[in-house]
């Protein structure tokens, strides 16, 4: 089956930049998905096909992807923004949708 | 506004059945696939299964497939997933998640449920 490897965890101070990546065989082959999930909420699309944002996602938000790994980059982090954050893609070779473990974003 | 409401959800002893439903609104429903995603609190996403729009096609994650399914009525615009022989392994937080796109299936989910709670214990 196909993984997707995130850090559990990535801290930055207010302000700074956040990169959290999503490791994958071969996965900038195949488009990536971000979402952001904050406790006792459901996951929201923050960008999608590797780089492009959806309505209202601040562009602080911005992805990209290449060879083994994709990136989902937070720049100006602000203390709303601490969340969990997963990234996704469709496995075509399988027919199923693979999840990353997550990565929780602390703001210090 | 899209909005997506699950329901069903519930305490339900081990080798028990359970349906899920999902109501949608705010898009035409027929022309997306919907996936079911759960979680277990403070653990990570685990996708469960995608119906396309027609509810031609449909895949499911290894670890439910032969004992859930999942299907839709697009005149009623409601997704469902029944759920049987249940482990406790099934307990987790279902969400029901509409793609993005108009296209068959695999795309990103850009609206998502509030989550319906299923608990397998005896």
């Known amino acids: 089956s196909y993984v997707l490897t995130q850090p559990p965890s990535v801290s930055v101070a207010p302000g700074q930049t956040a990169r959290i990546t999503c490791g994958g065989t071969?996965?900038?082959?195949?488009?990536v998905h971000w979402y952001q999930q904050k406790p006792g909420q459901a996951p929201v699309l923050v960008v999608y096909?590797?780089?492009d944002r959806p309505s209202g996602i601040p562009e602080r938000f911005s992805g990209s992807n290449s060879g083994n790994t994709a990136t989902l980059t937070i720049s100006k982090v602000e203390a709303g923004d601490e969340a969990d954050f997963y990234c996704?893609?469709?496995?075509?070779?399988?027919?199923?949708?693979?999840f990353g473990g997550g990565t929780k974003l602390t703001v210090l | 506004e899209m909005q997506l409401l699950e329901s069903g959800g519930g305490f339900i002893e081990p080798g028990g059945s359970l349906r899920l439903s999902c109501g949608a609104s705010?898009?035409?429903?027929?022309?997306?696939?919907m996936s079911w995603v759960r979680q277990v609190p403070g653990k990570g996403l685990e996708w469960v299964s995608v119906?396309?729009?027609?509810?031609?096609?449909?895949y499911y994650a290894d670890s439910v497939k032969g004992r859930f399914t999942i299907s839709r009525d697009n005149s009623k615009d409601i997704l469902y997933l029944q759920m049987n022989s249940l482990t406790a392994e099934d307990t987790a937080i279902y969400y029901c998640?509409?793609?993005?796109?108009?296209?068959?299936?695999?795309?990103?989910?850009?609206?998502w449920g509030q989550g319906t709670q299923v608990t397998v214990s005896s």
């Open positions: 998640a509409k793609d993005r796109d108009t296209l068959a299936y695999g795309d990103s989910f850009d609206s």
């Open positions: 705010g898009f035409t429903f027929s022309r997306h696939a």
């Open positions: 119906i396309t729009g027609s509810g031609a096609l449909t």
């Open positions: 071969n996965i900038g082959s195949t488009s």
């Open positions: 096909d590797d780089d």
């Open positions: 996704h893609v469709w496995h075509s070779a399988t027919d199923h949708v693979v």
